[in-house]
């Protein structure tokens, strides 16, 4: 009679843990640079959906809105009877994203003073930054940060 053993025997075990080492240290860099791209366009997008929010207002309500640059936050503000309002405020996602905020001003049609860049990085040489752009007559894209506006 044949005794019938259950469970793994400890070569199986090691063997196993060794697969699942390997696959992970060759799977973690990427995954990395994912979560690093993935702050950066989430960032971007966030900026971009900013401004896009703000000129959106100012045509609505038929006045200039001001974006405000304040300390690393873009605050949204416009004029309500004899005080300003804040409609809303970018923030980077991550503290390892920064983007140089400067304050402009749409105004009621929905044009800006000046044309502008505003780079969204994270100082890291390994990934891509991304640039916010914006015409005077108020267009606005996303592009990667080697290309040009």
């Known amino acids: 009679m044949v005794k019938k ?15 699942i080492s390997i696959l992970t240290a060759v799977a973690a860099p990427s995954f990395i640079d994912f979560i690093k791209r993935d702050r950066l366009v989430t960032s971007s997008n966030q900026l971009h959906s900013v401004y896009k ?9 038929d006045q200039s809105v001001q974006l405000e640059a304040s300390q690393s936050q873009w605050l949204v503000k416009t004029q309500v009877g004899t005080s ?17 905020l400067t ?16 780079l969204v ?9 991304f640039k916010l752009c ?16």
Do not use: M
């Open 103 to 118: 304050t402009i001003t749409i105004s009621n049609t929905g044009e800006l003073n000046n044309t502008f860049e505003y």
């Open 53 to 61: 929010l703000a000129r959106s207002e100012a045509i609505k309500r």
């Open 134 to 149: 914006l015409l005077q007559s108020g267009q606005s894209w996303i592009v990667e940060g080697a290309q040009t506006c």
């Open 121 to 129: 990085t994270d100082n890291d040489t390994s990934t891509t930054d």
């Open 5 to 19: 053993h259950l469970g793994f025997t400890l070569l199986e075990v090691l063997i196993t843990i060794t697969i």
């Open 84 to 100: 300003q309002e804040t409609l809303t405020t970018f923030t980077p996602t991550h503290q390892s994203i920064t983007v140089e």
